[in-house]
């Protein structure tokens, strides 16, 4: 797979990603849903920090929730340049196609999210009772790196009442795919468990 196949896989990703969340940011008001199925469900929430909202200042009780949230998004800058040689270097080598494309999947997921984080702040105000607006005239709703990122796919397949003796979550109620999430995410989980399902063909071992 070449490195210019590679680069429109990404652009197409990206354009996917990007388009939906405009379209979320600048048609729904924060926590809105519509129902597609009963299984699916549109429902815009903004994420602030990583996977299922945690943050830094979570584990690290000194660092501030703006302070923790700049860390994170130059460390997600910096993971996304060492993905992006990875891939570039793959290509050079003649590395499985398999390889290429989960790498060319977990780049363009990572920055779909990164664009988020680095730009959304600047770009649109506050989505809270009403419908955001691009490039509003007094100005975004935070500054620039901290954005948070748009997620609208939610899954909410079935509910089951745990039993007591379940660990951890016994007597509560349980939902599942409670997650929401976007196409980005979609992009980098598909990339993981390509390199995963697929190890072997990803990382051949030549003679």
């Avoid at 680095?118 to 009403?130: A, K, N, R, T």
């Avoid at 790196?145 to 007597?171: A, K």
Wanted: charged share 20%; net charge neutral; glycine share 6%.
């Amino acid at each position: 797979m070449s490195l210019k196949k590679s680069v429109i896989l990404i652009i197409v990703i990206l354009l996917i990603d990007q388009v939906s969340k405009i379209y979320i940011k600048t048609h729904f008001t924060l926590h809105e849903s519509v129902d597609v199925f009963n299984w699916f469900k549109i429902y815009f929430i903004e994420n602030d920090g990583m996977a299922w909202g945690t943050k830094i200042s979570d584990f690290v009780s000194f660092v501030s929730d703006r302070t923790a949230k700049v860390i994170l998004t130059l460390f997600r800058i910096i993971a996304i340049l060492g993905i992006g040689y990875w891939l570039y270097d793959a290509v050079k080598k003649k590395s499985s196609h398999v390889l290429i494309l989960a790498i060319a999947f977990i780049f363009a997921g990572a920055l779909g999210n990164i664009m988020d984080s680095v730009f959304y702040g600047v770009l649109f105000d506050d989505s809270i009772s009403q419908v955001a607006t691009f490039l509003p005239e007094h100005g975004g709703y935070d500054s620039f790196l901290h954005g948070r990122v748009v997620d609208m796919l939610y899954f909410p397949l079935f509910e089951i009442d745990l039993p007591q003796w379940f660990p951890f979550y016994g007597g509560k109620r349980f939902n599942f795919f409670e997650p929401v999430f976007n196409v980005a995410d979609v992009a980098i989980s598909t990339g993981f468990i390509m390199l995963i399902v697929f190890n072997k063909k990803a990382f051949t071992k030549k003679r």
